[in-house]
Nanobody
Framework: QVQLVESGGGLVQAGDSLRLSCAAS????????VAWFRQAPGKEREFVAA????????SSADSVKGRVSISKDNGKNTVYLQMNSLKAEDAAVYYC??????????????????WGQGTQVTVSS
């Protein structure tokens, strides 16, 4: 099975950009549908963006649409989340997740069995 490790979080100012990384080991990410989720204190974990390993098509939540992009480097077996024009409400712990059902389209976190430990993003206004 795949193991996931996120990095790249930190403290930024509103309007800044940040790129999060999710390095995979154990199996190639080409075998998985991958996604990013986030969870703020007191809130449920919510979908941010996903990348299909079949079609390469990406999707993102309405709350971040136009400000984030998800991409993958097959050579590094790593998925990225580029976030621009960060807002205070983007502050959360960001998690990457993987689902071996590459054809799945659900954005429900319960449909992803593999998770990283998360990386904290803090946005000062």
């Amino acid at each position: 099975q795949v193991q996931l490790v996120e990095s790249g979080g930190g403290l930024v100012q509103a309007g800044d950009s940040l790129r999060l990384s999710c390095a995979a080991s154990g199996r190639s990410l080409s075998s998985y549908r991958v996604a990013w989720f986030r969870q703020a204190p007191g809130k449920e974990r919510e979908f941010v963006a996903a990348l299909s390993s079949i079609s390469g098509i990406t999707s993102s939540a309405d709350s971040v649409k136009g400000r984030v992009s998800i991409s993958k480097d097959n050579g590094k077996n790593t998925v990225y989340l580029q976030m621009n024009s960060l807002k205070a409400e983007d502050a959360a712990v960001y998690y990457c997740a993987a689902n071996s059902n590459r054809a799945a389209t659900s954005t429900n976190p319960t449909s992803f069995p593999y998770w990283g430990q998360g990386t904290q993003v803090t946005v000062s206004s």
